[in-house]
């Protein structure tokens, strides 16, 4: 990869367990944030990321939040 290359898509779960797909548009800004709930600073930006998309989300932009940190199975 290099710059100017397409971002390859992304596949995952939501907090709910559905499958979800991330796939790049041109016409769509793409946030990905990698975030941890043992993480302060993450947990704190929150607030921020979520007013950006309320402001911005008719604009084109996307806000994806990949959890990072350890999940305990037996919660799932």
Not at 47 to 74: I, M, N, T
Request: aromatic fraction near 10%; include cysteine; charge should be negative.
């Amino acid at each position: 990869m290099v710059r100017g290359d397409e971002a390859p898509g992304m596949r995952g779960y939501s907090p709910e367990g559905q499958r979800i797909v991330v796939q790049y548009k041109p016409e769509t800004i793409t946030l990905i944030n990698f975030w941890a709930t043992w993480c302060v600073p993450c947990r704190q930006e929150m607030p921020a990321l979520q007013e950006l998309f309320s402001k911005r989300a008719q604009d084109g932009l996307q806000v994806v939040g990949v959890h990072a940190g350890y999940v305990d199975h037996e919660d799932l």
